[in-house]
Structures are given as structure tokens and as C-alpha cells.
């Protein structure tokens, strides 16, 4: 069994700052690349940013220049700043990595319970 648990979501002014926590825990072998996505409602997901095992990190425009990426491998943990926060930003973001569980498996999604961001005019 794999978790994934986030925590970091509030209610916050437009322009404030948050910061998501995602930490892996549980059966986990390796994993590869982690990332957030984001559901506002009546929206599909879309995908805010994503981190490599490595560091290469990919940025969709809604995160560009205002949010960061980051992760502990030591901690199975992946981050994400966001700075200027807008109105628009509003969503439920959840966190997904690739994870192996054994040195035989190859790599699975999974996916976090979601937290909920919410910036106030």
C-alpha cells in the first residue's frame, strides 16, 4: 500500500502565498516523477507542475513565474509554492507520483486526497 498525503491548503488574499506538502509513504520502493494538478469546479484536472527524480522540473502556464516545484528525496516529499496567488487559482490540488513498489514492478500513479485552495478577492 502506497499513501499519499498532502496538507498546505487554506483560504488566503489574493496576492498571499501557500505552500503544498505531498509525502509518500508506505510500500515505496522508488519513485520517479511527482507533480500537482489541480480541479476548480465544473473544470476538468489539469496539471500545475511536476518534478523528476532528478530535479527537471515542467510548469503548465497557469504556474509559470509564480508557483515552485520541489522535493526532498530524502523525504519522499514533493512541494509546491505559490507566490501572487489569484481568484482564479481557486481549486482542490492534489499531488501524483509515479511510484515502484518493488525493484521487480515497474512505476504506477497514484494520487493524493486533494487540498483545498481557496484565494479570496
Known amino acids: 500500500q502506497v499513501q499519499l498525503v498532502e496538507s498546505g491548503g487554506g483560504l488566503v488574499q489574493t496576492g498571499g502565498s501557500l505552500r503544498l506538502s505531498c509525502a509518500a509513504s508506505?510500500?515505496?520502493?522508488?519513485?520517479?516523477?511527482m507533480g500537482w494538478h489541480r480541479q476548480a469546479p465544473g473544470k476538468q484536472r489539469e496539471l500545475v507542475a511536476a518534478i523528476t527524480d532528478n530535479g527537471v522540473t515542467n510548469y503548465s502556464d497557469s504556474g509559470k513565474g509564480r508557483f515552485t516545484i520541489s522535493r526532498d528525496n530524502a523525504k519522499n516529499t514533493v512541494y509546491l509554492q505559490m507566490n501572487s496567488l489569484k481568484p482564479e487559482d481557486t481549486a482542490v490540488y492534489y499531488c501524483?507520483?509515479?511510484?515502484?513498489?518493488?525493484?521487480?514492478?515497474?512505476?504506477?500513479?497514484?494520487w493524493g486526497q486533494g487540498t483545498q485552495v481557496t484565494v479570496s478577492s
Open positions: 501524483k507520483a509515479r511510484i515502484s513498489t518493488d525493484w521487480r514492478r515497474g512505476y504506477d500513479d497514484y
Open positions: 508506505g510500500d515505496v520502493f522508488s519513485i520517479g516523477v
